[in-house]
């Protein structure tokens, strides 16, 4: 990546990629990915490494930055925004986990983007040198415009009795075998296939430990593992997104319409202005919970120090909270748009259907909430889960 691309010059690309994002989503759905084209532009700009540091070719930004960079991206196309936020998780966990030998192989190539999925159904025997890996994954987010794709691995425990090892393994997307079989009710573009190893062979430095992940760079972006958080922020960019557009489309839907009966304008109207004010309220709130979640534990890597579990518990909280509370927006906006919502090449009813997908997310369903409350109350041990 070119060291003339920073985050002003990113903010400055924006409008054109959401225009392009927008203008493209109904084609991004019919073929079940972004297009090839379109994820160059996306990688030239520097769109997937906003979390990685400017001297390993990434943006240097901060994990407030990433989520306004992340949420307009969503609001124009939410395969989109996922799948961008979903590639700069990935690399910033490599920066943050990886060993160096990976790590500098990686970041030497300016298109490198890893996609990586936690749902293996694989064989993994493991050897001095490495990893022998048969299997697949499924739910592969963005494989489609990955160089390095793989997931996790369950591996036996170094001690007698001890829990299983969980590992991330990679290999470049020539070695694997992308099976098309992403036909979801929502979020089609985002290209989540399942991806096939035979017998393909993973060095151990392709390998680091997920979500028990062990940071090898420095501060801030050590503060990426370890925990399942930092995934989940990705998920909350996407629905914080979806909401914003859900709101702005059901006020362009009823402007100029007005009530069958009294011929007042139907956005005037006492349900109407209730519903949606009260999902503005709904969206702020969650937006500005994130944020505020996201700069404490920023400031904590900005200072040199981990992330405490407190920190990461709030995170998660506010991150779940988003994605579930932004889908009722998109419920409430659905429901006032009127009739005209329903139509098959509407907008709205793709937006209803997107917003259904991500609250079954393993990072972000209700049960993470079971999880979040036995860390709090210090009833769970495992906290690198969260």
């Not at 420095?218 to 960019?237: D, H, L, N, Q, S």
Request: charged share 20%; proline share 5%; net charge negative.
């Amino acid at each position: 990546m070119p060291h003339s691309q920073t985050m002003q010059t990113l903010h400055s690309a924006l409008p054109e990629l959401m225009a392009e994002a927008r203008a493209r989503a109904n084609e991004f759905e019919t073929e079940r990915q972004l297009a090839p084209d379109f994820v160059d532009r996306l990688k030239a700009c520097g769109a997937f490494r906003v979390l990685v540091p400017t001297a390993a070719g990434g943006l240097g930004g901060s994990l407030v930055e990433f989520l306004e960079f992340m949420m307009p991206l969503a609001e124009a196309d939410a395969s989109t925004g996922w799948v961008t936020a979903h590639a700069n998780i990935c690399a910033g966990l490599i920066y943050a986990s990886a060993e160096p030998r990976f790590r500098d192989e990686f970041f030497a190539d300016p298109q490198a983007c890893a996609a990586w999925s936690n749902l293996p159904r694989i064989q993994a025997r493991e050897q001095d040198d490495g990893l022998r890996i048969t299997g697949s994954w499924g739910f592969e987010s963005g494989c489609t415009a990955a160089t390095f794709v793989g997931g996790m691995a369950l591996l036996e425990s170094l001690a007698e009795g001890g829990a299983p090892r969980m590992v991330a393994a990679l290999a470049p997307v020539a070695e694997a075998r992308i099976e098309k079989t992403w036909d979801p009710v929502g979020l089609a573009g985002t290209g989540s296939h399942d991806v096939h190893f035979d017998d393909v062979f993973v060095p151990w430095s392709r390998t680091f430990p997920w979500p028990s992940g062990i940071a090898v760079s420095e501060y801030p972006a050590a503060i990426f593992v370890p925990g399942t958080w930092f995934i989940t922020i990705g998920a909350a960019a996407t629905h914080l997104g979806l909401a914003r557009r859900a709101l702005d489309e059901a006020r362009a839907e009823l402007m100029g319409k007005t009530d069958r009966y009294t011929q007042r304008p139907l956005l005037e109207h006492p349900s109407t202005l209730r519903s949606l004010e009260a999902a503005e309220g709904l969206w702020f709130a969650c937006r500005a919970g994130l944020r505020e979640a996201l700069q404490t534990i920023w400031e904590s890597g900005l200072r040199g120090k981990p992330a405490t579990a407190d920190m990461r518990v709030t995170v998660r909280v506010a991150a779940v909270t988003a994605v579930h509370r932004c889908s009722e927006v998109v419920r409430a906006a659905y429901d006032v748009s009127g009739a005209s919502a329903i139509r098959r090449a509407g907008v709205m009813q793709r937006l209803m259907r997107e917003a259904s997908c991500l609250t079954h997310h393993v990072s972000a369903n209700l049960s993470s909430f079971e999880l979040t409350g036995r860390a709090r109350s210090g009833a769970d041990e495992l906290s690198f889960r969260i």
